[in-house]
């Protein structure tokens, strides 16, 4: 090929491309065209919109009553409105603890008082942590919750709780009549106010097989139960190892048991009969002099020792202007000395108990209050004390004392205050409590059998503790207060849960 040809290729190729550049820019332009001209597509409405950390419209300080963690959602309760609501809650919603630590959903514990922010109305929590304000009394065995006055009292501290307060027990939620008194409690709330209860340790129960040797006497179940023996009894126990002591007639028995929570455990205590009963002589140095000591009901002259059986006994000291102390006294040894100063009613400081084996225990606040120390006294099979013997006054000055009872008696041969059989005259002695439902159960009143449902009790103001028994059920245990109003009342529950 010649220089000339070459050079009309070469500006011949030139010319081809430029074109092509030209045509593709065309079609651009087509195509930009169309497009200008076609409406604009619009994005299909889901519904979802994805969630975003930090993003939240409402926020509340609660309690956690329930966690789901299957399904990803937790329910709280405002105890200022005293509504519930649930929340879902995915990866981008955060936990932290009081202290601003993130933690899991695994960690969060119901009953908790929490301060959270969610979208409301998603129904999605952003952010969950332990409120910084709220207070908690862990694995509490000394309270008392009065539901008169719904007061809780929990060491030297005393808060407020109401119907509506959170109960969480087996995991769930329960209400306050499913509290026993030997059960271990959480208590959680902000400021005098007590938001959630939890049981840590529940209860189970104790029968007792072949028991007929110790009927009137003692039964000491750990450090929570003591209890005067009789027929057919059913005890409501702390779930837990305990110590089992049972005494009658000078003798004693020790065992160990296990007790599971909500199950039944038969006790036999037929090989623990003794053969001589054990005496111990005990001196009692009591602050004032003239006090009056009731031992087991009886009113005892200390000026010199008493004799007394091996085993429990019930003490109460009793003087004018001062408070009453009721404290259970254990014997097992052949002396012993027991020192008790009382309290004056004007004094701050707590009452003062030293000794050999006394076991402490709460003493009546009101030496006045002649229908609580009877009703004590009841409890465990004694006559009533009259309104001078809790005065500090000898009942017998112008009488004799009953030589075979130990009830002091006035000169007509009648207690002041009392029956003639000795029981202390209240205003509800002639009504009664009846319980309804469910029918054919047994009763047990207190750890004692009441009877087969339908059946009825004397009143006998006060926490009771109510359990309900049928063979091939799990028992189960209320907590009832009963009023003092002259009046019957009558209760109805649940069907008994049937054993798998």
């Known amino acids: 090929m010649s220089y000339t040809q070459s050079i009309s290729c070469r500006k011949q190729k030139k010319r081809n491309i430029a074109a092509a550049a030209a045509g593709v820019i065309c079609l651009l332009l087509l195509v930009s065209c169309g ?32 966690i789901d963690r299957d399904g990803k959602s937790v329910t ?21 603890d009081k202290y601003g630590t993130v933690i899991s959903d695994a960690q969060l514990q119901k009953g908790e008082i929490v301060d959270v922010t969610f979208l409301k109305e998603r129904k999605r929590l952003n952010s969950l942590q332990v409120s910084k304000e709220a207070w908690s009394h862990r694995n509490i065995d000394e309270y008392e919750l009065n539901e008169e006055k719904f007061q809780a009292k929990v060491g030297s501290a005393m808060y407020a709780y109401s119907e509506d307060t959170v109960v969480v027990a087996d995991g769930k ?3 306050l009549i499913d509290i026993s008194p030997v059960d271990i409690l959480t208590f959680r709330g902000l400021g005098s106010d007590v938001y959630s209860i939890v049981v ?4 189970g129960y104790v029968r007792l ?8 006497g003692w039964i000491e179940i750990g450090n929570k139960v003591i209890k005067k023996v009789t027929e057919n009894m059913m005890l409501t126990v702390p779930e837990g190892n305990h110590q089992v002591i049972i005494s009658n ?3 004693s028995g020790v065992k160990q048991i296990e007790v599971r929570r909500d199950t039944e455990l038969e006790l036999d205590v037929s090989d623990l009969k003794g053969e001589e009963p054990k005496y111990g002589s005990v001196v009692f140095t ?8 009731y031992l087991d009901g009886n009113k005892t002259d200390f000026s010199a020792p008493v004799r007394l059986e091996y085993g429990i006994h019930q003490m109460i000291v009793m003087a004018e202007g001062y408070n009453t102390i009721s404290q259970y006294l254990k014997v097992g040894q052949p002396s012993a000395g027991i020192e008790v100063v009382m309290e004056e009613k004007k004094s701050v400081s707590g ?3 030293s000794g050999n084996d006394v076991s402490g225990n709460n003493a009546l606040s009101d030496s006045e209050m002649l229908e609580k120390v009877n009703k004590l006294l009841e409890e465990r099979g004694y006559s009533g004390i009259s309104a001078d013997d809790l005065a500090g006054n000898q009942a017998n000055q112008n009488g004799t004392e009953n030589s075979e009872t130990g009830q002091n008696q006035t000169g007509n041969g009648e207690a002041d205050g009392q029956g003639t059989n000795g029981a202390p005259v209240t205003s509800t002695l002639s009504y009664y409590v009846t319980i309804d439902a469910p029918v054919g159960v047994e009763v047990y009143l207190d750890g004692n059998y009441i009877g087969i449902t339908p059946c009825s009790f004397k009143k006998s103001p006060g926490s009771h503790t109510l359990t309900l028994r049928n063979t091939g059920y799990v028992a189960k245990s209320y907590t009832i207060q009963v009023d003092s109003e002259e009046k019957n009342v009558s209760y109805s529950f649940l069907d008994l849960v049937k054993i798998e």
């Not at 609501?85 to 990866?91: E, P, Q, S």
């Open 35 to 66: 497009r200008n001209e076609a409406p604009e597509a619009k994005p299909e409405d889901t519904g979802f919109v994805a969630a975003q950390t930090g993003v939240y419209d409402s926020a509340d300080t609660a309690v956690v009553a329930e």
């Open 249 to 251: 007639k000078g003798t």
């Open 286 to 293: 009591v602050t004032p002099e003239d006090a009056s000591l």
């Open 173 to 175: 939620q329960a209400e």
């Open 351 to 353: 009452n003062a108990v």
């Open 76 to 96: 709280l309760k405002n105890m200022d409105v005293n509504r519930q609501y649930t929340l879902t809650y995915d990866g981008t919603t955060f936990f932290y």
């Open 200 to 203: 840590e340790k529940g209860h």
């Open 209 to 216: 097989k072949n028991e007929e040797y110790f009927y009137n």
